[in-house]
């Protein structure tokens, strides 16, 4: 999904105007129109306004992931795995053979760490 529907579907969800998305962001409810047909892009100040106010990341407002928002702690996963996973899935790499990667990876850890690196 592109910028401009995320925007327009996370203000509508809020019960929102234009106007009222255009006062929360301190600009004109014709930029906010901009944005949702595609005229105007947001700056990085903007989508960080965004991100805060509709308590989602920025990544999810571009489009790059359908994960609102990341969790945190302990159980948070990072970015850079959803960019593995994609990967694999893009070039066929089936689960099984992610598992395997993971496997080796695990072990190339231990090994490292078991010789003090």
């Known amino acids: 999904m592109a910028f401009k529907e995320i925007i327009k579907k996370l203000r509508v969800e809020k019960d929102l105007t234009q106007d009222e998305l255009a006062k929360v962001l301190n600009v004109k409810r014709s930029t906010v129109s901009g944005y949702e047909s595609g005229r105007n892009e947001p700056s990085y100040e903007i989508l960080q306004k965004l991100s805060d106010y509709f308590d989602v ?3 999810f407002l571009l ?11 302990k159980n948070a996963i990072s970015p850079a795995y959803f960019r593995l996973a994609k990967y694999a899935e893009e070039r066929g790499i089936s ?4 598992e395997d990667i993971i496997h080796l990876l695990e072990k190339a ?4 760490r078991d010789a003090g690196r």
């Open 57 to 59: 990341t920025v990544d």
């Open 63 to 73: 489009g790059k992931t359908e994960v609102k928002k990341a969790e945190t702690g």
């Open 109 to 112: 850890k231990k090994r490292d």
């Open 95 to 98: 689960p099984e053979d992610v």
